[in-house]
């Protein structure tokens, strides 16, 4: 059965949550216009959750999303409708399609439904019991030539496929957050994955327009293997700091030092924030249960957790508070450990009197904001990371250890071939977190 | 042609701001003004200029497709809410797509030469940012014969259009020099658009326009043979002005100074079923050109300040050939010479054209007549040029559709 086949019934389990309703979304818009390139055939897509509140607003988000797509890509869309005399305007054609794709759109709060699937993608929590559970009752649900894609970013697929029996029928296919926008797709095969899944799994990539790296079968993967290890080296700094520091400011500083002097999109801790305090946790059992010889438990992550300060988002996308305060997703309050209250970042000039902690910045320094679309940026970076490297302060200081053993990270995971080659771990960084320099050519 | 039977004069022209991509103030998930907004402040613009609304006979008001943007029609029962002293007085709408602006100050002028009227109050409004582009192209088709030509059409069908022609007009006379010329006529509007505060380009600040209007079609993205640079903008705003006897002239106490004659008004559409004759050129613009030249007595020598319409750059270089300034072929080289730039032989489009002033469709038309009155008494702020004295006729083109409602104007000052 070829992926064309196969795109005909697919099943999302946990559709409705952050990463489903993206990947939903995702196979929706291929999934429409094959229906309108064959339209003798029907296309289901079963969207599976267990929140029939959420499934409601899941269909709402698809159909506005698609309006979008449909937007977008009209001068396609009118070459595919060209024998069809009743579609005339833009407006006709664009409608048309948005009712296909909400026609081909199955919500549903049971399994069952998954049963005439080729495809079954599973988007729910990151727990391996509840995930095990899932693929056990599919698998005597479905037929034995469907495929199982799970969007795990840190459970071994090996592990999955023993506890389910599904025999290399299964492999990861971890989208990055936001799905719909984040290009990366992080594919594990385990050793009985056959060639024809492979090929799948690689074809329905392209097609989604991702870019794909192979990580192998190790918990963590590549991502989350170096996510991770960086976290909590930057949550070790953080410790280190409070010796001079409280522990608030010295989140403040290592935050501040790896968005700007690593000239990142964001910091660390905002970072952590936006992936959710509490799957960070989750991630890091994970690993540790898979990895020896490596500790992965930190004291800051299981106070926060233990204090229900957890970041995430919100269903609407807004950032909740975490290691941060958001007003409107930009950062406006820090968390103090001792009161377990936020402190005003504005309040006193709080952050203009911490910044000046870290120092002069060299005088090459743009943001990453300023220098992600600038042609020029490997040169400038260039110049910039030689004058950080001739810095004497505290925060060039920080930001130079940082790097270093963000790199060590990065090296590591190709000597422990976790990842194929340096380039497969920048890609990673460079798409999947929006880095702007291989961290491994640094 | 005879010449008109009495002098008929334009003037108190207002023109609103030009909104849409550009502006500042334009963002398109805030609220902006509506189209009874924009035709009160055009209408009232041009009141505070003359003695009394009360002299005004009779109003017309010039739009294309308020039905679909602002799903409005009757919109003559419009005029009397920009003053009191409207109400009860004769008015009408005209349509005729992007010509829609001349159509009107055709229809005014006949009404005074009809001596039912002395004074018309002309306004023209579009407001077009009310949906996005996309659809607002399947609005602005109905330019185009629906029946034969929309299924088949582009997406973005006027574009598609014009794509066309450039597309019959660079392979006929090449297409690496026209598509320079396109880039020049990019360049120009955008810095003509930077002397009046009104245009939609007016706070362009781009370096390098020639780079610009240079950037290579995609046909993916939009058409094949134009670029965004070659496109008139997505626009709201309204435009308005008064055409009068001599007798309605001295009842508004406005002085011959500061109003143009009309010399000569040259109105031809074409049949909407059929397709061009030759892509290369623009026939009912000629016709229409010619008949203005013809009763004004002049030609395009006579002719020192220009109006006309680029709803793309290709449509101001065609524009150009079709009245007489320069032969088959050769308009590509007369715009990259400099002859229309604002320092020129013949300024063009001299608040920057529909390319960078803007294109509010049913004003467009008004507007011209607007700023040709401007330069010609010297009222034209920073967009003022120096009109030669061997050439003191302004002329307008204002175009519907594609080539198929054209009116044309030659006006002077009345000595």
Known sequence: MDLKQRLENVSVIGAAGKMGSGISLLLCQEMAFEQVKNPNSCYTLNLIDTRAEALKDLITYLRTQMQKVAEKQVVKLRQLYAENNDLVENGEIIDAFVNTAVSIVCPSQTMAVAAKSHMVFEAIIENEEIKASIFKELKTLCSENSYFFTNTSSIPISSLEEKTQLQGRIVGYHFYNPPAIQKLLEIISSSNTPEDLSLIALELAKLLKKKVVVSQDVAGFIGNGHFIREGIHALNEVQRLSEKYSMTKAVYLVNKATQDLLVRPMGIFQLMDYVGIDVFQKIQRIMGSYLSGENFTHDIIEQMVASSVLGGQYGDGSQKDGFFQYEKNRMAGIYDFTTQKYLSLSENAWSEKEDKELGDYPESWNAWKNLMKDKKKEEKLATYFVQLKETDTMGAKLALSYLQKSKEIALKLVADQVAASNQDVDDVLLTGFFHIYGITTV | ?415
Not at chain 2, 217 to 242: E, R
Not at chain 2, 389 to 396: F, I, W
Request: glycine share 12%.
């Open chain 2, 1 to 415: 042609m005879c010449s008109f039977r009495k002098p008929v004069y334009l003037t108190a022209g207002y023109n609103t701001i030009s909104l849409g991509t550009g502006r500042p103030e334009f963002h398109p998930k805030k609220p902006r003004p509506s189209l009874e907004d924009y035709i009160k402040e055009a209408g009232q613009g041009v009141i505070q200029q003359i003695s009394s609304a009360e002299h005004i006979d009779e109003g017309v008001i010039s739009n294309f497709m308020a039905a679909r943007f602002n799903r409005q029609g009757h919109l003559a029962a419009l005029i009397p809410s920009i003053d009191p002293a409207l109400r009860y007085k004769p008015c009408t709408r005209v349509e005729g797509a992007c010509a829609s602006g001349g159509l009107g100050l055709a229809n005014a002028i006949k009404t005074i030469l009809s001596d039912l009227a002395d004074v018309v109050l002309v306004v023209g409004v579009e407001v077009q940012n009310s949906v996005k582009a996309i659809y607002g192209a399947d609005y602005l088709a109905g330019a185009g014969h629906y029946a034969s030509e929309r299924k088949n059409g582009h997406a973005y069908f006027f574009p598609g259009k014009f794509a066309d022609r450039a597309g019959a007009y660079y392979e006929k006379f090449g297409a690496e020099s026209t598509r320079e010329a396109m880039a020049h006529w990019y360049a120009k509007a955008i810095e003509n658009a930077r002397t009046c505060p009104q245009a939609q380009e007016y706070h362009n600040s781009a370096g390098d326009l020639l780079k610009l209007g240079r950037k290579a079609p995609n046909a993916n993205g939009f058409v094949d043979h134009l670029n965004l640079f070659d496109c008139s903008k997505v626009s709201d705003g309204a435009s308005a002005m008064i055409c009068a006897s001599e007798e309605g002239l001295k009842k508004l106490g406005l002085d011959k100074d500061k109003a143009v004659r009309v010399f000569g008004m040259g109105q031809a559409e074409d049949d909407l079923t059929q397709a061009p004759e030759d892509q290369t050129k623009l026939s009912t613009t000629n016709q229409a050109v010619s008949k203005a030249y013809k009763q004004a007595q002049v030609s395009h020598e006579k002719i020192g300040v220009l109006e006309v319409h680029d709803c793309f750059s290709i449509t101001g270089i065609l524009a150009l050939e079709a009245a007489g300034f320069a032969e088959h072929g050769q308009a590509g080289e007369l715009v990259k010479s400099g002859y229309t730039k604002r320092t020129g032989e013949v300024p063009t489009n001299t608040t920057g054209g529909l390319v960078g002033f803007g294109h509010y469709t049913g004003g467009t038309g008004i507007r011209q007549a607007v700023d040709i009155c401007r330069q010609l008494t010297k009222q034209a702020g920073d967009s003022q040029v120096e009109v030669s004295s061997q050439r003191p006729y302004g002329l307008t083109i204002s175009m519907g559709g594609n080539d198929r409602t054209v009116v044309s104007l030659v006006l002077g000052k009345d000595t």
